[in-house]
C-alpha cells in the first residue's frame, strides 16, 4: 500500500507537502503514511483515492485495477 501512495504521487510529480496540503496535516504526517508508520485515516484514504482517480481497494493493495468505482 505504501509503495503505492508514494508511486502515484511522484507520477504526478507532486511532493509530499503537496498531498499534506490536500488532507490538512503536516508533511511529517504525510511522510509517516506513507511509510507505513502512522495508519491513514479513512477520510484520507477517500480524499486520496478521489484526488487519484482510483479507489481506495487500490490504494490499499485489494485490487491491482487503478480504474475508480462508478
Known amino acids: 500500500m505504501y509503495q503505492r501512495l508514494k508511486d502515484l504521487r511522484e507520477d504526478k ?3 509530499q507537502q503537496n ?3 490536500l ?9 509517516r503514511y506513507e511509510s507505513g508508520a502512522l495508519d491513514i485515516p479513512n477520510t484520507s484514504l477517500i ?3 478521489h484526488f487519484y482517480n ?3 481497494d ?3 493493495g485489494l485490487t491491482n485495477n487503478k480504474e475508480s468505482y462508478r
Open 47 to 49: 480524499k486520496l483515492a
Open 58 to 60: 487500490y490504494l490499499l
Open 23 to 31: 488532507l490538512n496535516v503536516n508533511q511529517t504526517t504525510y511522510s
Open 19 to 21: 498531498l499534506a496540503d
Open 13 to 15: 510529480d507532486l511532493t
Open 54 to 56: 482510483t479507489s481506495v
